[in-house]
């Protein structure tokens, strides 16, 4: 099913990993965006992407590092985890193009718990 | 400072008992405000665009309206199968972002 991909869906890190999170979208929308979701702080914007090969910081981008190289891919990192790193991590697409008349197609979500 | 303000924070219903809820805003230009259902563990769902003021989106059970400060989700004789967290956004002029406000948990009881 077309859509927007997550991977991992769950992780546990110790305080000082790092990982990347992938996500993967195949409908080529140009604008793809990755937000953190914590209970009674709803989605944070934490870095964006309006197309290949560029980016720009959101609302809470410290701590964590993206990349565009590929249009359908847009990648999370996280050099040095911390526990306030600790999270359900959401990606999503969508095409400007069309005026955005669906909003975004969100991923499934990944659980990442840091100890 | 664009804001989005959902209210209430929780919301419980018996089934068959109609209720709105409220999403408030402000923003220097609205291009849109989106709302979307999402279940436990799973990422926010597409429900409605409304775009200006008047407008007034229906789809099941739900129906969206828009007014120039708010947007209400109404939910006519809800069922068990609507309990869901409700996430209100708008996209607004002029950058490429998306503010969320910080959604109503709706439970519906049989």
């Known amino acids: 099913n077309a859509g927007v991909t997550q991977t991992p869906k769950f992780r546990v890190l110790k305080t000082g990993q790092s990982m990347t999170l992938l996500c993967a979208q195949d409908m080529n929308h140009e604008y793809m965006y990755w937000y953190r979701q914590d209970p009674g702080m709803g989605l944070r914007l934490i870095h964006y992407s309006v197309g290949e090969g560029t980016t720009a910081k959101g609302e809470v981008p410290d701590g964590y590092n993206v990349s565009r190289l590929k249009k359908q891919n847009f990648l999370l990192g996280l050099e040095s985890a911390a526990p306030s790193q600790t999270s359900v991590y959401f990606c999503?697409?969508?095409?400007?193009?069309?005026?955005?008349?669906?909003?975004?197609?969100f991923g499934s979500g990944t659980r990442l718990t840091v100890v | 400072e664009d804001q989005v303000t959902q209210s209430p924070e929780a919301l419980r219903l018996q089934e068959g008992e109609s209720s709105s809820l409220n999403c408030s805003y402000t923003?220097?230009?609205?291009?849109?405000l989106f709302w979307y259902r999402q279940d436990p563990g799973k990422g926010p769902e597409f429900l409605f665009t409304?775009?200006?003021a008047g407008e007034e989106k229906e789809k099941e059970r739900l129906k969206a309206t828009l007014t120039k400060k708010e947007s209400f989700l109404h939910i006519t004789a809800p069922k068990p199968e609507d309990s869901a967290t409700y996430l209100c956004a708008v996209h607004a002029f002029p950058g490429n972002q998306f503010y969320f406000g910080t959604g109503t948990s709706l439970t519906v009881i049989p």
């Open positions: 409304l775009y200006s």
């Open positions: 999503a697409s969508i095409s400007m193009r069309t005026g955005a008349p669906g909003g975004y197609t």
């Open positions: 923003v220097s230009g609205l291009r849109g």
